[in-house]
């Protein structure tokens, strides 16, 4: 989970002219999955997400939510505690805004949630401001933002569903009492953990997994390598494969030289591995 974790704060400290450079591991001895991150103030800020503080998942551990939000002011630095979430979340989306962090959705082992905040930071302190909540509760869904207007696609709404939401979502950042709109949903298969990019006007929707009931009754995974193209008032198209599966890639996708890359992510070659002590 740690080397995850560190994947992502690299991307979001990384320019595409500089080489990659560690920063200060968060002050957790197990680091976090699935949290919220983005810039705001300035600084970088990590909060929420699980782990398996006790025993790993194969030994029977439990996962555990936390509501944690850490700093990292300087990239030389280190992290700082400066707030709680409103309750312990994770595997939403998080999208960094010129007025501040906003997160939105994600869940616990019981519930997935509609709620969206925005984490604003400054002075070492954190202020959340409610924002209009989801259509209904979801988490494992992919987030961008264009021509600062919110997009939501895809995900599930509670923890133990065996089919994905095939919806897309927006938001007007601009317009006040502006409430979520359904759009056209993808043609393709409905999934969750995608990765969710916007690019010259259109929004880009690579990779995930599509869910289906497994011989247990639980929720079983068909690794997508599908990608696809929405254009406000234009609608869907296909677009080539991705060159592998990308599951849980970072989400929005970052642009870099005018490029949307797709950074690690998981392509389902290890998905009931289960390591053993020699």
């Not at 400290?13 to 680091?31: F, K, M, R, V, Y």
């Not at 309750?87 to 998080?94: D, R």
């Not at 019981?110 to 979801?138: M, N, W």
Request: glycine content about 12%.
């Amino acid at each position: 989970m740690k080397a995850l974790l560190m994947s992502t704060l690299l991307a979001l400290s990384a320019l595409a002219e500089d080489p990659w450079q560690p920063l200060q591991t968060l002050p957790d001895a197990e680091g976090f999955a699935g949290s919220f991150a983005g810039v705001s103030g300035g600084a970088l800020i990590v909060a929420g997400g699980t782990n398996f503080p006790d025993k790993r998942p194969w030994e029977g551990g439990t996962k555990v939510w936390y509501d944690s939000v850490f700093a990292l002011e300087k990239a030389d630095g280190r992290w700082i505690k400066v707030g709680q979430l409103p309750q312990a979340n994770g595997y939403g989306v998080s999208i960094t805004t010129p007025a501040g962090l906003i997160c939105l959705g994600g869940g616990n082992a019981d519930f997935h949630f509609r709620e969206v905040f925005r984490l604003s930071y400054s002075g070492q302190k954190i202020t959340t401001t409610a924002l209009p909540p989801l259509p209904q509760p979801c988490a494992f869904m992919a987030g961008a933002v264009l021509n600062q207007t919110l997009y939501l696609a895809g995900g599930i709404s509670t923890p133990t569903a065996t089919s994905a939401l095939s919806s897309l979502w927006s938001l007007d950042l601009e317009k006040k009492d502006a409430s979520w709109q359904e759009l056209p949903a993808c043609p393709g298969p409905a999934r969750i953990l995608a990765t969710l990019g916007a690019h010259e006007g259109s929004l880009y929707l690579f990779s995930g997994a599509a869910l289906k009931p497994g011989a247990d009754g639980k929720p079983a995974r068909e690794w997508l390598s599908d990608a696809w193209a929405y254009t406000p008032g234009q609608g869907w198209r296909q677009l080539p494969d991705v060159p592998r599966v990308a599951v849980a890639a970072p989400s929005p996708a970052p642009v870099i030289d005018g490029h949307l890359l797709i950074l690690g992510g998981d392509d389902g070659a290890n998905a009931n591995f289960e390591p053993k002590d020699q």
